[in-house]
């Protein structure tokens, strides 16, 4: 059974830092097959960060040069340093992964930024 498990949301002030990290387990994720997405309130949710199909990092343009995404490939883990957090930035973020024909999410991870 493929599991997303995510970690690392909580509380900060704006300009603070958090890290994420999801551990896939059950399934064969390579690094172009997982990625980060959130949904903040009032909005749909959104592609956050990943690597491409041809090996570039991808970043939504609001947060680019303030996140970071790593991939662990051997461990199957992702993860995402979030740095000059604003409270925009506020809201659930998923982990996605692709396997075998089907997409996973997990559960999520709150992030709530205070101004």
């Known amino acids: 059974q493929v599991q997303l498990m995510e970690s690392g949301g909580g509380s900060v002030q704006a300009g603070g830092s958090l890290r994420l990290s999801c551990v896939a387990s059950g399934g064969s994720f390579g690094p172009t097959n997982m990625a980060w997405y959130r949904q903040t309130p009032g909005n749909q949710r959104e592609l956050v960060a990943q690597i491409d199909i041809t090996g570039h990092f991808v970043y939504a343009d609001s947060v680019k040069g303030r996140f970071t995404y790593s991939v662990d490939s051997a461990r199957n883990t992702i993860s995402l340093q979030m740095d000059n957090l604003k409270p925009e930035d506020t809201g659930r973020y998923y982990c996605?992964?692709?396997?075998?024909?089907?997409?996973?999410w997990g559960q999520g991870t709150q992030v709530t930024v205070s101004s």
């Open positions: 996605w992964g692709y396997s075998l024909g089907s997409r996973y």
